[in-house]
DNA sequence: TAATTTTACATAAGCACTTATATAAATACT
DNA sequence: AGTATTTATATAAGTGCTTATGTAAAATTA
């Protein structure tokens, strides 16, 4: 019982406004999944800056239709969040004017994607002909409703990604990636001791040549994610290990895509299970094993990582 | 040059939120020009509290899916304005029943024809096939922009207001009303003298006795304005006076509609011209004297009337 | 050239929402 | 029956806009 929608017309100023807040809410969303700290009503003042290299407060302000506090407000967070810088216009001392930094433009970088699947998805949900405004908006609360906007964005910017995503053997030419990609979480939540380094700046030696396996994702000839399978023992046992994602590209289910590899390289090779060692403050790594079938075992007193407090195995 | 338009299905959300607070905001210009202390964003809560007689916090809060305390202010709102009471639960102790005040019912009274209007232009403006959600939003900005909403709204309803205005002569029944219409304002602006209220008591005596006229508004069998024709001397010189509406009434053109009734008939009797006394406080009537051709003449330093600072003349 | 008006931007406070949290009463669980 | 959970409402603080106002520089006018 949507008691707005049944005042019709009359409830047009309100109804406009729920469906607003709404979408800037779940935008909020899909910008915190990919981990950009951008906010929704920031878009259209900072698409005029990147649009136009080199504006004013008083330019965006006749572009936009808002009150010149609400554009030097809005100007004044994206200053603190670093994504625009200022000079000084030499002709009029008055005027201050905006360009992208270049946090700004890495920024605009991920938030293109975005932006093109909002508009996709907008798109499919609008362009319906409709015999009223009051119409479409049902059409578009309807939809909305079926499916959370920010999970609909989300699942197709992941979608288009996935299929971009390759996975690739070891070369010698990735060995810096892998050094990189793994030093970024190792150093974050954990100290690297030298058995870290010489294992992340060899893997030629200590993984390769050992029998070991390690392959990477690349999204747009850039790798962007790596995984290892080590042997242990000499009774077949393989650990998986080394799983790290770029942090620009996390939330793409590059982890997953990695992990599915794996298991189906695992079963090509007849392996009778996977064994792991993690952390339990690894969280999402964490989700990601229990999403594919790893289940939680017993670790041994003297694992062979002093950062593990949790051991899995998957069976196949 | 309006960027917002410029980014189409992307820039939806905002552009929702633009049409919503410009039809907010003039809304509440209309509700201000008819004197109703009422706001617009108070409109879903109040609607449902009038039709369902009897309802609670958290019974309007499921029917419009704002937040709770959203909910919660806007009651206390609504109670600050005199709208509404409450009643304790008996069953339950934690719920407050919200019904109508008196106040309220008079208020909603006035909005209704308000509502009514505003469905209707609505309707006119988006009942129109189109494509899309955004062409359906271009269709609204474009008529939005050529006349304001809040001026169509306020011609419609007094349009149709001044349709039902009928203007009818004195008659004894009425005294009543003229006393009160016009006590209103004068005690208002200025002290009520005992000579006003001599004229005032008994209109039959004091001005149609002496040749003169008393015109009443009248809307939906119901006195709610009133203007006087008074002899001055014997040279067939009249006084436009005691023009007042009811503070219920205003923003109707009843005033207007009575000054254009007094004009006609000044010149159906052949009268070379019509004067007036008023004061600079009294701007609104001064408007309409000025609209309806009379210009400022120097005042006589003994007028008949001791708050006067103005007198005009229309000649005809 | 001096005085006035306009333009560019900043700051303060208010408003209608939000999230987070508190409190009391009713209901469900064991 | 006693305890935990849920429900109904209130309060506090934050957010992105608004209006009102201030300050400095530029443009216009006398």
Redesign the pocket.
Known sequence: MDALRGYGELGLGSRLKRVS?YMM?ETQLVYNHFNIDF?P?LFPMFKIIANKDGV???EIQRALQ?????I????N?LSAKGLIIYKDDKL?????IIYPSNKGNKTLEKLKPIWKSIDKIIKEYTLESSSSLIEHLNILENKLSKKSFSTTIINDIQMKISQDIEIVSFENRYAKNFYNLNIEWLQRFFHVEPYDESILSKPETYIISKGGHIFFAKLNNQIVGTVALMPIGNEGLFELTKMAVSPEHRGFKIGQKLMQYSIDFAKSMNLPKLILYSNSVLENAIYIYRKYGFIEIPIEPNSPYKRSDIKMELVF
Chains 1, 2 share one sequence.
């Open positions: 807040e809410k906010d009503y004013t407060n008083s808002f009150t010149q506090p609400a030097t407000q809005s100007i967070k009029d001392k008055r005027k201050k």
